[in-house]
């Protein structure tokens, strides 16, 4: 993390600039890249201003906090920059992949019966593609799926392969 500190209004303190940069550290586990840190210490009376642009992965995040002590500004202006990356870290958690937004997803909705509590909720179709039983077990391995439904390219037959408890694989061949 890069880190620059500028100081307004007269020759600030190392204390101050040390103890800005040794908080700004505490939010390197919100971010995955590289990030560009200005920090902007002031004084004016009495009062103290703190001021941090973070840039990094796109997101430009800026808080501005002014306190009677220099530490509390500091602080105030670190909690307000974890808050918007927190915010900014669960948008981009929940955010759906485009692969499954634009895939097909039907919801059956069939009349209610009070007797059964299973139901089909949601109906997806696939396009089989033809591999042999390797490329399953390697395709499996590299998207870490429970299971892949696939056409043997041998045999044209459908099968599915799936991942066991102890680490092995199953397959189920059907004669269609």
Known sequence: MKISVTFRN?????WQKLYAE??????KKYLDMPAETHIILSTEKFR???????????????A?????????????CIDKIEKQLKKQK?????????SIRHSEVKVVEGEEDESTSNKIVETRKIVLKPMSHDEAVMEMEGNKARFIIYRDSSSENVSLVYRLDDGNYALIETNS
């Open 22 to 27: 040794e908080r700004i550290q505490k939010l």
């Open 90 to 98: 669960e948008k981009t958690r929940e955010h759906k992949p485009k």
């Open 10 to 14: 007269g020759e600030g303190e190392n």
């Open 48 to 62: 103290n201003f703190a001021e941090i642009n973070l840039s990094a992965n796109g997101w430009n995040v800026n």
């Open 64 to 76: 501005k906090e002014e306190a009677k002590d220099m530490h509390l500004a500091v602080d105030g």
